[in-house]
């Protein structure tokens, strides 16, 4: 079964860390770059990171020195390590690929951050 499935989220004070992973099967997941997305309430979806098949990496401004995207070919499973979490990185996290043309989805994991 050709899928995508994020964990890792939850409920974390300012401040802390979280790691979300993203674990793919039915796909060559080694020949594909992987992008983190998240969309908060009200709020387009918006791109996070990227991580090339060779791993070459992108993130965007909102994140850049707090997250780090990262992959284990071996595991088929993508990461993104979130540190120093703020309230406004609170949204649904979701992990794609693009796939055979196609853009391809996880489920989503929540992640807030609260005190």
């Known amino acids: 079964q050709v899928q995508l499935v994020e964990s890792g989220g939850g409920l974390v004070q300012p401040g802390g860390s979280l790691r979300l992973s993203c674990a793919a099967s039915?796909?060559?997941?080694?020949?594909?770059?992987m992008d983190w997305y998240r969309q908060a309430p009200g709020k387009q979806r918006e791109l996070v990171a990227t991580?090339?098949?060779?791993?070459?990496?992108y993130y965007a401004e909102s994140v850049k020195g707090r997250f780090t995207i990262s992959r284990d070919n071996a595991k088929n499973t993508g990461y993104l390590q979130m540190n120093s979490l703020k309230p406004e990185d609170t949204a649904v996290y979701y992990c794609?690929?693009?796939?055979?043309?196609?853009?391809?989805w996880g489920q989503g994991t929540q992640v807030t951050v609260s005190s």
């Open positions: 794609k690929v693009f796939w055979l043309g196609a853009d391809l």
């Open positions: 991580i090339t098949s060779g791993g070459g990496t």
């Open positions: 039915g796909i060559a997941f080694r020949i594909y770059a």
